[in-house]
Structures are given as C-alpha cells and as structure tokens.
C-alpha cells in the first residue's frame, strides 16, 4: 500500500526546512509562546524586518493559523496613539490527538492549536505487549472512541501524536524495542500510517514528558535540564539550549538501560545489569511478590509493608534506593544539568524520591564550591505523558503547515 508523503511523519527537523520556511516557523512560535503579540513585537523578538513580519502573518491569516486580536481587548493599558492590532493562534485550526500507550490503557487526549484540553479518555489493553499490527490497530481505537465519547469527528483530527516507552528513532519512526510490542525493529510510523485518516508522529514517552515541563511544566524558564520518568520503567529526556536531544542513532539518553552491576538481573529490554531491573515499578513489585510476603499491588502497598517492618519489602526498596542514587550521581557528574526533574505519575511519595535517596545522591555528586543541581519531584498524573505528546503534535502540524505554506 502506498503511503502519502505528508501522513508519515517522524520528528521535527528543523534544519531541513527551507530559510522562509524557518522564519515562518519561527514568527508562529513567537506568536504561541506570546499568546498575543503586534507584528512590530514579532519583528522585534524574531530579529527581522517589520516588512517580513507583516507578509508572513499575512500568509499565516490565510491559512487560518492565526486571527487577529479584538482591537479594545488587546489595547486595555496601552499607550495612546494609533491601535495596535494583535495576533493570536486561531484556537479551532487544528485539532490535536496526544496519546500515550501505558501499560495498562492507552491515554488519548484532544486538545486545539493552542494547546487547550477538550477531552481526555483511558482506553484498556487487555494484554500488555501486541504484536506491531495489533498495537497499531488499538491505537487507532483508541482515538476513534475518545473521538466518539467528546463529540468529535475523527476525520477533524490534524495529527496523531504518539508516546511509546523503549528505544524509539522520533526521526525516523522506527522502533528498535518497546515493552509494548512483541517484535523488535519495526517501521511503526509507516505501519501506523496505513491506518491513519491523518499524518502520524511518534516519540519516546519521556521526550515527550521532558516536551511537557519545557512548555507547562517546571522547565519553563529553563533550557537545559533532565527529566527522569519513573512508572513501568525508568526513562529520560533531555533537553539541550531548548531542544530535545536524541542522540546519533535516535535512541539516546535510555537512562533505564544504563549498567549498574555486570552479569545482574534480566532486564525486560534482554540485557542484564539495567538500573530498570532494580528499579523500575515492574522489578520492585516482581521482585517483592516472588520473595516477600506479598502479594503487593503496587509499590503504596509495597512501601508500607516496608514501613512496618517487612524486611524483604525494606531491602528491595533500599536496595533499589542505592542503585538509584548511585545512576542519578553519574547522570549529574556526565551532564551538570542546570536543573533535574524525577517526574512521576501520582503527586503523593515515591520510594526513589524520598530526601534519603537524594541525601545519597549530593554525597555522590563532585563536590565543587558552587551548589548542586536542583532535584525537584514533579508529580503530574497520567496525562502529562498524553499532554507532552499533543505539545509535540502541534509543534509538527505547525511544521506541515508551514511547509504547505511555502510550496504554493
């Protein structure tokens, strides 16, 4: 079957977009990031010409990316003289399918071009790893059904964005392996294309929780930070001077999959040794259930037998505490990141984030005269992973509309 060039989408690459199309681009970020800005504040923030500013919005209005303000709302505190029209994005242009395939339910969630949630849904996996096309077929369920919950059309979707935990290429929407799939080594974007009404985008899951903090989250003000995900496994995104950086091959900063021990415990991804193995959600409650005095649903009911006094429960979870600290220690002396966020799903305590797993962590990092990296515990819930992914969704449907744009 044959594939339209613009439905198979893979990560956004900016250094293949042509010069006019980059400052197009760059003036429709300014105008998101703004919320609403006069062209002569575009001209100023982007470092070109008025002139240029003013026939790209032109451009931009007649696609419908963006409207213009109303003229007494946008000039509440402004100086006298001649009004000044804003910009804005046009809310209703595009609509934005973020999904995030857990290990339990597909997370889809609708949002518009500006980032607005209109609706979220959990849709259940009844087994939690599919074969590559069985995957696939789900996801596209998934939306269907979120679509028909909320009151939308599927046809109105613009883009599927879509996180997925493992090595995952963003560029090239090849997967090397996830725990969600069966096979190794799949073109899923390709595949996924087949099916889809719409061009499909798809990315490892922490990229996209590291997306979510840039844009809503604590890495706001901040350009260069790590994000450590913790749920079924351990991951990482890391954003560098404000992007996110995937590594030669596409599969970089795979913290999970760092060694902490040679010859250790199998890891689900088939090496042995992970920081995963010792670590992750799935080793500690496998772990506990196998040798403790279990069973333990989940790690609440894990930590507390450990509380009581449990010693089993009390040295997997220390055990994996010092693993932990001693991994995240070598992360900080690699990288010296301005800034380290541990983003987990629920907002209460997590075994790895209490102040003695950190304590080890300062004792571990180089001691210089200057303070360490600040460690901040972001607890989000299930749908940042959804709400990452649409972030990055509306960064690619900009990209294709901009290069529309530029080949009329």
Same mark, same amino acid.
């Given at each position: 079957?044959?594939?339209?060039?613009?439905?198979?989408?893979?990560?956004?690459?900016?250094?293949?977009?042509?010069?006019?199309?980059?400052?197009?681009?760059?003036?429709?970020?300014?105008?998101?990031?703004?919320?609403?800005?006069?062209?002569?504040?575009?001209?100023?923030?982007?470092?070109?010409?008025?002139?240029?500013?003013?026939?790209?919005?032109?451009?931009?209005?007649?696609?419908?990316?963006?409207?213009?303000?109303?003229?007494?709302?946008?000039?509440?505190?402004?100086?006298?003289?001649?009004?000044?029209?804003?910009?804005?994005?046009?809310?209703?242009?595009?609509?934005?399918?973020?999904?995030?395939?857990?290990?339990?339910?597909?997370?889809?969630?609708?949002?518009?071009?500006?980032?607005?949630?209109?609706?979220?849904?959990?849709?259940?996996?009844?087994?939690?790893?599919?074969?590559?096309?069985?995957?696939?077929?789900?996801?596209?369920?998934?939306?269907?059904?979120?679509?028909?919950?909320?009151?939308?059309?599927?046809?109105?979707?613009?883009?599927?964005?879509?996180?997925?935990?493992?090595?995952?290429?963003?560029?090239?929407?090849?997967?090397?392996?996830?725990?969600?799939?069966?096979?190794?080594?799949?073109?899923?974007?390709?595949?996924?294309?087949?099916?889809?009404?719409?061009?499909?985008?798809?990315?490892?899951?922490?990229?996209?929780?590291?997306?979510?903090?840039?844009?809503?989250?604590?890495?706001?003000?901040? @350009?260069?930070?790590?994000?450590?995900?913790?749920? /079924? &496994?351990? $991951?990482?995104? #890391?954003?560098?001077? +404000? %992007?996110?950086?995937?590594?030669?091959?596409?599969?970089?900063?795979?913290?999970?999959?760092?060694?902490?021990?040679?010859?250790?415990?199998?890891?689900?991804?088939?090496?042995?040794?992970?920081?995963?193995?010792?670590?992750?959600?799935?080793?500690?409650?496998?772990?506990?259930?196998?040798?403790?005095?279990?069973?333990?649903?989940?790690?609440?009911?894990?930590?507390?037998?450990?509380?009581?006094?449990?010693?089993?429960?009390?040295?997997?979870?220390?055990?994996?505490?010092?693993?932990?600290?001693?991994?995240?220690?070598?992360?900080?002396?690699?990288?010296?990141?301005?800034?380290?966020?541990?983003?987990?799903?629920?907002?209460?305590?997590?075994?790895?984030?209490?102040?003695?797993?950190?304590?080890?962590?300062?004792?571990?990092?180089?001691?210089? @005269?200057?303070?360490?990296?600040?460690?901040?515990? /972001? &607890?989000? $819930?299930?749908? #940042?992973?959804?709400? +990452? %992914?649409?972030?990055?969704?509306?960064?690619?449907?900009?990209?294709?509309?901009?290069?529309?744009?530029?080949?009329?």
């Amino acid at each position: 079957m044959s594939i339209d060039p613009d439905r198979r989408v893979a990560g956004t690459d900016r250094a293949l977009v042509a010069p006019r199309d980059t400052i197009r681009l760059q003036v429709l970020d300014c105008i998101r990031q703004t919320g609403e800005i006069a062209r002569t504040d575009i001209a100023t923030r982007v470092g070109v010409s008025p002139a240029t500013v003013t026939a790209i919005t032109v451009e931009l209005l007649g696609a419908g990316l963006i409207e213009p303000v109303p003229t007494d709302a946008f000039q509440v505190g402004a100086k006298r003289g001649r009004p000044r029209e804003a910009l804005r994005l046009k809310a209703n242009a595009k609509l934005i399918a973020g999904m995030k395939v857990g290990w339990e339910a597909i997370t889809v969630l609708l949002s518009d071009f500006c980032g607005n949630v209109l609706g979220s849904i959990h849709y259940p996996i009844a087994r939690k790893r599919l074969s590559a096309p069985d995957l696939a077929d789900l996801i596209i369920a998934a939306k269907t059904e979120a679509c028909a919950q909320l009151g939308m059309s599927v046809d109105d979707v613009s883009v599927m964005s879509i996180g997925l935990a493992g090595h995952i290429d963003g560029a090239s929407g090849h997967v090397h392996w996830s725990s969600a799939m069966t096979e190794r080594n799949v073109d899923f974007c390709e595949l996924l294309s087949t099916r889809a009404t719409c061009p499909v985008f798809i990315e490892n899951d922490a990229n996209l929780v590291a997306k979510a903090e840039h844009l809503f989250g604590e890495g706001r003000n901040c @350009d260069d930070f790590i994000v450590i995900t913790l749920e /079924h &496994g351990i $991951g990482m995104g #890391i954003m560098i001077d +404000g %992007a996110l950086y995937r590594g030669a091959r596409g599969c970089g900063a795979e913290f999970g999959h760092t060694k902490v021990t040679l010859d250790g415990a199998l890891c689900q991804c088939g090496q042995h040794g992970c920081l995963e193995a010792y670590a992750g959600e799935y080793a500690l409650l496998d772990g506990a259930n196998m040798g403790g005095n279990g069973p333990y649903p989940n790690l609440t009911a894990l930590t507390a037998a450990a509380d009581r006094g449990d010693q089993a429960a009390g040295y997997i979870l220390d055990r994996a505490g010092r693993f932990f600290a001693m991994a995240l220690a070598n992360l900080i002396n690699v990288f010296d990141p301005e800034l380290l966020i541990l983003a987990i799903k629920d907002s209460g305590p997590h075994p790895l984030c209490q102040s003695s797993v950190l304590d080890r962590v300062n004792d571990m990092v180089i001691q210089v @005269d200057a303070p360490p990296p600040r460690i901040i515990v /972001h &607890g989000w $819930g299930d749908l #940042i992973w959804a709400k +990452g %992914a649409a972030a990055a969704g509306i960064e690619k449907v900009s990209e294709l509309a901009v290069r529309q744009l530029g080949a009329t």
